[in-house]
């Protein structure tokens, strides 16, 4: 995989906050430490975005005429059987 070398510009207690991080064995050096956030910046997009779909759908899926109880047995078969 081809990597880009990027500069960034961080406060003292930005950088103490990464040596930290590294003195405790977290991570091994800054670059690992950034690329680790980047990452989790990435998923979290993914996560809005697919909570985002899943309201929509809601929203146009409109009024039920379920019952509160109908509906939550309903959500609760489904999540039995993804996790199947």
Wanted: glycine fraction near 4%; proline fraction near 0%.
């Amino acid at each position: 995989m081809a990597t880009v070398r990027k500069t960034i510009t961080l406060t003292e207690k930005q950088d103490r906050w990464i040596k930290t991080r590294i003195a405790d064995g977290e991570y091994t050096n800054d670059s690992e430490y950034i690329r680790d956030l980047v990452r989790r910046d990435q998923e979290q997009k993914h996560k809005l975005e697919a909570l985002r779909k899943a309201i929509q759908e809601g929203i146009d899926s409109g009024i039920s005429d379920l019952t509160v109880g109908e509906i939550w047995a309903d959500a609760e078969a489904r999540h039995k059987a993804k996790d199947e």
